[in-house]
């Protein structure tokens, strides 16, 4: 939420939401009432992963990467992440996965 802020410092956002419990924290929540003034969350339903879209990448990049494969060090298995991040975002242009900085 902090980074968002910085990136985005005066522009609305609309934010999609789980109910992680770690969303629901005292920091989080703090930090969502400092931006409500420009911030619009929606709350997916509790126990519906199939509405998190993020869900179904994960289990593309499981399936994709990790499943039924062995690597020689972490840095090896998180080259094949980024080369994936890569890809995806090719395919996507503008609407690219922006969680990839996370993992540079």
């Not at 910085?6 to 629901?24: C, F, G, K, R």
């Not at 005292?26 to 420009?38: C, D, G, P, Y």
């Not at 994936?84 to 975002?89: V, Y």
């Amino acid at each position: 939420l902090e980074q968002l802020a910085v990136e985005y410092p005066t522009q609305s956002l609309i934010l999609v939401m789980d109910n992680a419990s770690y969303h629901h924290s005292a920091k989080v929540q703090a930090m969502l009432s400092l931006l409500e003034h420009r911030l619009h969350v929606f709350w997916l339903p509790q126990y519906c992963p199939e509405l998190n879209v993020i869900e179904r990448f994960w289990l593309h990049l499981k399936q994709t990467i990790a499943a039924n494969k062995l690597y020689h060090s972490v840095a090896d298995l998180r080259q094949q992440v980024l080369h994936l991040f890569a890809k995806q975002n090719d395919i996507f242009g503008s609407e690219r996965l922006l969680f990839h900085h996370f993992f540079r």
